[in-house]
């Protein structure tokens, strides 16, 4: 046993490189093979486990660049909505505002041209529209015959001739 144990040793030391002097040539050819087996051994598992963590390492990515683009994805979804909300939200408060603006302006041209509720306020002597223009002596209280029977129809007259007229007048024979 101590010679197998000496022999293990020697054999332990010769593949670590030491105590090479006291070899033969048929014992380093020997050891020469069985180093390049365990080297091609060790490059095989090697190889082996970097392969693998390749493998994990694209799945990790391809995992990634999916969780990636779903939370991408989400973000530009919530990012529509809001953005459409908010258009949404805009129409609407323009719409509200063209309607209280436009039931305001309503309500003012009511007022000033005497319809509505307070026209007698604004035009206290107009009569309605049944009457006419013509004064109405049960709201003032006051009678106006003179303008009941002096209607004055005025004509607008042109500051300048039409100048249609006139190129007309020139290409008729005159008399």
Same mark, same amino acid.
């Given at each position: 046993?101590?010679?197998?144990?000496?022999?293990?040793?020697?054999?332990?030391?010769? !593949?670590?490189?030491?105590? @090479?002097?006291?070899?033969? !040539?048929?014992? $380093?050819?020997? @050891?020469?093979?069985? $180093?390049?087996?365990?080297?091609?051994?060790?490059?095989?598992?090697?190889?082996?486990? $970097?392969?693998?963590?390749?493998?994990?390492?694209?799945?990790?990515?391809?995992?990634?660049?999916?969780?990636?683009?779903?939370?991408?994805?989400? @973000?530009? #979804?919530?990012?529509?909505?809001? &953005?459409?909300?908010?258009?949404?939200?805009?129409?609407?408060?323009?719409?509200?505002?063209?309607?209280?603006?436009?039931?305001?302006?309503?309500?003012?041209?009511?007022?000033?041209?005497? !319809?509505?509720?307070?026209?007698?306020?604004?035009?206290?002597?107009?009569?309605?529209?049944?009457?006419?223009?013509?004064? #109405?002596?049960?709201?003032?209280?006051?009678?106006?015959?003179?303008?009941?029977? &002096?209607? &004055?129809? !005025?004509?607008?007259?042109?500051?300048?001739?039409?100048?249609?007229? #006139?190129?007309?007048?020139? $290409?008729?024979?005159?008399?």
């Amino acid at each position: 046993m101590k010679k197998e144990t000496h022999d293990l040793q020697l054999s332990l030391q010769r !593949y670590k490189g030491h105590d @090479l002097l006291s070899a033969k !040539y048929e014992d $380093l050819d020997e @050891l020469e093979q069985k $180093l390049e087996s365990s080297v091609n051994k060790v490059r095989a598992r090697k190889f082996q486990l $970097l392969q693998q963590q390749l493998e994990n390492l694209k799945r990790t990515d391809k995992m990634l660049e999916k969780e990636n683009q779903d939370i991408f994805n989400w @973000l530009m #979804s919530d990012q529509m909505q809001k &953005h459409h909300q908010a258009e949404m939200d805009q129409h609407q408060a323009m719409t509200e505002l063209k309607l209280v603006g436009h039931d305001h302006h309503h309500d003012q041209q009511q007022q000033v041209l005497g !319809y509505g509720d307070h026209h007698n306020q604004f035009f206290p002597f107009y009569g309605g529209n049944d009457q006419g223009l013509q004064p #109405s002596s049960s709201t003032t209280g006051v009678d106006f015959p003179f303008l009941q029977h &002096h209607h &004055h129809h !005025y004509q607008l007259q042109p500051t300048q001739p039409n100048l249609q007229d #006139s190129a007309a007048a020139t $290409l008729l024979p005159g008399p």
